[in-house]
């Protein structure tokens, strides 16, 4: 039978692509989303926002900059950066829209 881990268990995360910066944008845009219930867009947030800080952390070479980014619309990229000046995160967190 399987068990759920246990909160001190290390927890795999299910990105597997190796765009961190796209997966946190969608995370973003997915918590904006009107029609969404509730508990999964404050995840969603949660999981966007941790996302930013290991890139922030771990991966400064990736940048949140307009021509990085540019594969998305610029309405998502300015949302995006807005939740993110609100979020708590450092001022030079890296990005730019």
Known sequence: MWMPPRT????EVGC????PRA???HKLWLSRQADREPIKRRRDKQQ???VCRLVL???P???????ELRIFPKTVVTAAAE???????????G???
């Open 23 to 25: 997966f946190a944008l």
């Open 8 to 11: 001190t268990d290390p927890i």
């Open 57 to 59: 952390h771990y991966l």
């Open 16 to 19: 597997t692509g190796k765009r």
């Open 61 to 67: 070479h990736l940048q949140f900059s307009p021509a």
């Open 48 to 50: 966007a926002l941790a």
């Open 83 to 93: 939740a993110i000046k609100t979020s708590g995160l450092p001022p030079d967190y």
């Open 95 to 97: 990005f730019r829209a």
